[in-house]
């Protein structure tokens, strides 16, 4: 199994599905969804150094639900599955429930 450790402030995010039948019944193809753009941090890199050189702490942690940005991120297979590689700047929101 391959482990990704993040640099920086770069996040090993898995992008989570919503779902693919409307409460009609009808079943959405997924030729016709949108990417999502909610997911699970799987990993965290370490933080980056700002212009002063200071240590700037990353804001969200392992195990958080975020929305990102709809283009942001690369594209990874990790152990089969489709993950993303984002920056933590391309991060909108952490999904409390």
């Not at 199994?1 to 919503?18: G, H, N, R, V």
């Not at 019944?25 to 700002?50: F, Y």
């Amino acid at each position: 199994m391959s482990k990704i450790k993040p640099l920086f402030d770069y996040l090993l995010i898995e992008p989570l599905e919503k779902e693919t039948t409307l409460p009609s019944g009808i079943v959405i193809p997924d030729s016709a969804k949108e990417k999502p753009q909610e997911g699970k941090i799987v990993e965290v890199g370490g933080g980056k150094l700002d212009a002063e050189g200071k240590k700037v702490e990353m804001v969200v942690k392992k195990g958080d639900i975020v929305m990102y940005k709809k283009w942001g991120g690369t594209e990874v297979k990790v152990s089969g599955k489709d993950m993303l590689l984002v920056k933590q700047e391309d991060i909108l929101a952490i999904v409390e429930s």
